[in-house]
């Protein structure tokens, strides 16, 4: 299994209750990093020496800082540090622009609505199996 | 001697010579002054009978030629026939002079009158001509207008309608939600007194997750709810006293205020020209947002004034000593669902704001907020702004 470290950015406990419970369900050794704040998911990408991540789970309604204001910010923060992360939008939002403006990041690989399903939980494994590769 | 006084009628050319040459021999033999004045009778006479002054030389010429074969002295007679003639001629004379000078002014006067004539044809042409101009300016301005008039009322009622539209979709669907929502809330609530023993840890977790977020989901509902309202509601403008209004919103939140242990004071207020449910529900979000935002350590003090209004009636501040906002999302407070927090952290849905800006904004104000973070904030709403 190539998924082996996430990283959760969602406000909703609730929400990163269920991600926890799907990605827990494909693989019990998956290790989870979760914020409910984009801007202390920022910070924490930030972090000098932090372990590897193998995928972003990004919500797009957030309060204070939102998805793509998270983006653009680590875009412009963390320059090429930043370029090798893999983005996977999770977001309940049903507005086709946000679709649009989400593939104008070459970080955002999917985009996929709430809940997730474990068939979601394949494609983000796929997707890192081949970035690796 | 003849003295014709018909003067309507033109006398004969006979008659003419016939008198002259009786005059004439008359003034020749007496000599009086009398038969002298008779010249200018013979004169009017020739005139009238349209005899011209050529004529009047060779009918003189006849008359004396017929004297001067009579025994008289010589040089009287011919003195006398002379006199006379002068007499006559002068008449001739003068009337032809005024009747030249007749002549020039009428025709000076035909001319002058003509030319005014002219003038007035020309000028009541022009005044016309422009008058049509005009008219038809006034005509073609007029229909500009209103078919301009006539766009704007069809895309205002056109907005109207979208706008009444929205409003009346967001009310029917928020409306239709609350129902299952409250039986959702309703049947988990069943769930959790009857069956919680039964439910494993990981159970109980989801369980109550499942309540918080259908409570929220019922919140949300209802304030989509009074947004839809308050967009859609034709409002009745009244004059409002904010001080008692202030009162009853006090009164509403009194649960939250004592469970906060909020200290919360109302200066007096104007009375204000406005719609007092829509000022109602902005002073009871601007005050339930003051105690929820309270500071977790600070007694929570809160105080609402009117400052001496500047182009507007009313300024009134809502001011707290809470934990304060950010001057990055000072701006994005306002926006529709925005929020700052989680929603353990803060419940909300992120509609208060907005509907207070909107308010604000049906009484031709403004509100926003000045704050220093972790020391308060203090909203600043102005209500109908003079237009600059």
Redesign the interface.
């Known amino acids: 299994m190539a998924l082996r470290r996430v990283m959760i950015v969602d406000?909703?406990?609730?929400d990163q209750?269920a991600y926890k419970r799907i990605l827990r369900k494909s693989d019990e050794t998956i290790e989870v990093v979760s914020f409910?704040?984009a801007t202390e998911a920022l910070d924490y990408l930030k972090t000098e020496g932090r372990a590897e991540l193998d995928a972003i789970l990004l919500d797009i309604?957030m309060?204070?800082m939102n998805g793509f204001e998270f983006l653009e910010a680590a875009c412009r923060d963390l320059q090429e540090r930043f370029e090798r992360e893999l983005v996977v939008m999770v977001t309940t939002s049903l507005d086709p622009r946000d679709r649009e403006r989400a593939a104008g990041f070459s970080q955002v690989q999917a985009f996929f609505s709430k809940p997730l399903t474990a068939e979601n939980i394949s494609s983000i494994s796929a997707l890192v199996a081949k970035k690796q590769a | 001697m003849t003295v014709l006084r018909a003067d309507t009628e033109a006398p004969e050319p006979a008659l003419v010579a016939a008198t002259y040459k009786a005059a004439l021999q008359a003034y020749v033999v007496t000599g009086n002054e009398e038969d002298l004045s008779s010249a200018y009778d013979c004169a009017r006479l020739a005139l009238r009978a349209g005899v011209s002054i050529g004529e009047v030389g060779e009918l003189h010429f006849r008359a004396a030629q017929h004297l001067r074969s009579a025994p008289l002295a010589r040089a009287q007679v011919t003195a006398r026939i002379e006199e006379f003639f002068l007499e006559t001629i002068s008449v001739y004379d003068m009337a032809l002079h005024g009747y030249g000078e007749s002549v020039a002014r009428l025709t000076a006067e035909v001319q002058e009158r003509k030319r005014v004539e002219e003038e007035l044809r020309d000028v009541t042409f022009e005044l016309a001509q422009q008058r049509d101009l005009l008219d038809q300016q006034v005509k073609d301005r007029t229909a500009q207008l209103r078919s301009r008039l006539e766009e704007l009322r069809m895309v205002n009622s056109q907005l109207q309608q979208t706008n009444q539209e929205q409003a009346q979709f967001s009310y029917a669907i928020s409306h239709d939600l609350k129902s299952p929502v409250n039986t959702l809330m309703m049947m988990l609530d069943l769930l959790e007194a009857d069956h919680r023993e039964v439910l494993d840890a990981e159970g109980r977790e989801l369980l109550d997750a499942a309540r918080a977020t259908t409570r929220r989901m019922a919140h949300m509902v209802q304030d989509v709810l009074r947004y839809a309202r308050l967009v859609g509601q034709e409002a009745e403008v009244e004059m409002v006293g904010l001080t008692p209004l202030c009162q009853t919103v006090l009164a509403d939140l009194r649960a939250e205020t004592q469970k906060a242990g909020a200290e919360i004071r109302i200066d007096p207020l104007p009375v204000v020209r406005g719609v007092a449910s829509q000022l109602h529900s902005l002073f009871l979000n601007l005050l339930s947002n003051a105690v929820k935002f309270r500071h977790p350590t600070r007694p929570c003090r809160i105080e609402v004034k009117a400052v001496p209004p500047v182009g507007c009636v009313a300024e009134i501040h809502v001011c707290d000593n809470g934990i304060g906002i950010d001057p990055a999302y000072q701006q994005r407070i306002f926006s529709l669902f925005q929020r700052l927090h989680t929603y353990e952290e803060y419940s909300g849905s992120g509609i208060g704001l907005t509907l207070c800006q909107r308010i604000a904004g049906y009484h031709h104000g403004d509100i926003r907020v000045s704050s220093t973070p972790g020391e308060g904030a203090c909203f600043i709403i102005r209500l109908w702004v003079e237009e600059s």
């Open positions: 406000d909703d406990r609730f209750l409910q704040y309604n309060p204070r």
